[in-house]
């Protein structure tokens, strides 16, 4: 077992390397990211995920839950480094800072074969969506409700950006994430064996209706909503009432919605 490498130094190559993942263009060239916090790394370990990097500030891994993450990275092969307070605060967010964390490898899953999705099954999916901190609440709230897979269909933010990452609570280790074009998904719409259901401002059904499984449910991005030809391949249109006078949610809250009104049966505290 390797022993942690200590650094002190801001202009070291591999603190370079590290703070260089703030960059989406580094996170696609590398296929890497950083999730920062103990609770973050836990969930990782606890779905199989072993960072690349562990990265703890010096003192903080005596004991406690540091230790624990610092020796099952060790025991994994994984580099480990141990810096001082002034490098992890050049690494870490401004705003939180932690004193731990971790740089792991982007994972995607394939997209679900349509005609063979499991019944019990509920997938979303959201198109052209570009708010990290919604995705990364809708990632979580997926995982919270059971959901099968987030689809991200077209150009969208950054699942592994900082923000997405951080706004998921650790349920992008827990959530299968799948990016597709938007000509293939609306193929996997026309072919979904279940009910496709979006959600539109022309619609006229409520969304509290009961939806033929497996579900996919289809979001449309912050401000434009669905696209015309998502829309067309959904089997059906539903709209979220309201009381006041905007007509529309925020994607996050609307998603969860959706998810709690479809899934929530099936929840048990």
């Known amino acids: ?43 990782a370990r606890d779905n199989g ?27 994994a092969g994984a580099e480990v480094l141990e810096v001082s307070e002034a490098v ?15 740089v792991f ?8 074969a349509a005609p063979t999705v499991n019944a019990e099954e509920t997938w979303v999916a959201l198109e052209e969506i570009r708010d990290p901190g919604n995705l990364g609440t809708i990632v979580r709230t997926a995982d919270a409700t059971g959901c099968a897979g987030v689809i991200l269909v077209g150009t969208t933010c950054d699942p592994y950006s900082l923000d997405a990452v951080r706004a ?16 293939a998904f609306i193929s996997l719409q026309r072919a979904w064996a279940g009910d496709v259901i979006g959600t539109h401002l022309t619609a006229r059904e409520d969304f509290r209706s009961l939806y033929r499984e497996p579900q996919l449910i289809v979001m449309g991005g912050e401000g434009p909503g669905l696209s015309s030809e998502a829309a067309a391949s959904c089997t059906k249109l539903v709209k979220i009432p309201m009381a006041g006078k905007l007509d529309s949610l925020n994607l996050a809250v609307a998603t969860g919605l959706m998810l709690y009104q479809i899934r929530g049966p099936q929840l048990k505290l």
Do not use: C, W
């Open 105 to 112: 490898r982007q994972r995607f899953a394939e997209p679900p």
């Open 88 to 102: 992890l605060g050049k690494l870490a967010s401004k705003d939180n800072p932690q004193t731990v964390l971790g």
């Open 1 to 43: 077992m390797n022993a942690p490498k200590i650094i002190t130094s801001l202009t070291n190559d591999r603190v370079k390397a590290i703070r260089a993942l703030e960059m989406r263009k580094v996170r696609k060239e590398t296929g890497l990211f950083v999730a920062e916090g103990a609770s973050l790394l836990i969930t």
């Open 49 to 75: 995920f072993v960072p690349e990097t562990l990265v703890y500030q010096s003192g903080t891994a005596e004991s406690g839950i540091t230790r624990g993450l610092v020796t099952h990275a060790l025991n």
């Open 168 to 183: 998921t609570m650790g349920s992008i280790f827990a959530v299968p994430i799948v990016k597709m074009e938007r000509s």
